[in-house]
């Protein structure tokens, strides 16, 4: 994957880390904008409008056994604007394979949808810092 979040600083007790069900048959790079499924199953984030759960903590090898992955939920992460335009201050939400876009549609505000509040400018396709808390 490409566009990996990085970790610039975690807050609460390290980032507030929950755990969700992967599948054991793929590969989700560290620093992967996750979505959450029922029950509590994650996955790389793929699509405008995918329910935002977290940001993953590790490396989680295909087929190594695994279905458990940590996933941070509270901090301050480098991350990739799609493109859209954001201004600092603006809440964003996934646009796509680890990329966000201002959440500026109806519905976006009160959703799973958000990853957090933008603290920097983005003009085009730039990686900007934001803070998350799920």
Do not use: C, H, W
Not at 70 to 82: C, E, H, L, P, R
Request: aromatic share 2%; net charge negative.
């Amino acid at each position: 994957m490409a566009n990996e979040a990085v970790i610039i600083e975690l807050l609460g007790n390290k980032g507030d880390p929950i755990s969700v069900t992967v599948a054991d048959g793929v590969d989700i790079a560290k620093g992967t904008l996750m979505k959450i499924a029922d029950p509590r199953t994650g996955s790389a984030t793929s699509a405008d409008g995918d329910a935002f759960i977290g940001i993953a903590a590790a490396a989680k090898v295909a087929d190594d056994g695994s279905t458990n992955l940590a996933v941070y939920t509270n901090g301050i992460f480098d991350i990739k604007d799609s493109g859209s335009g954001i201004t600092a201050g603006q809440t964003v939400k996934i646009d796509g394979a680890n990329l966000i876009a201002t959440a500026d549609e109806a519905g976006a505000q009160d959703s799973a949808q958000i990853v957090g509040i933008a603290l920097e400018t983005a003009a085009n396709s730039e990686v900007i810092e934001v803070r998350i808390n799920k």
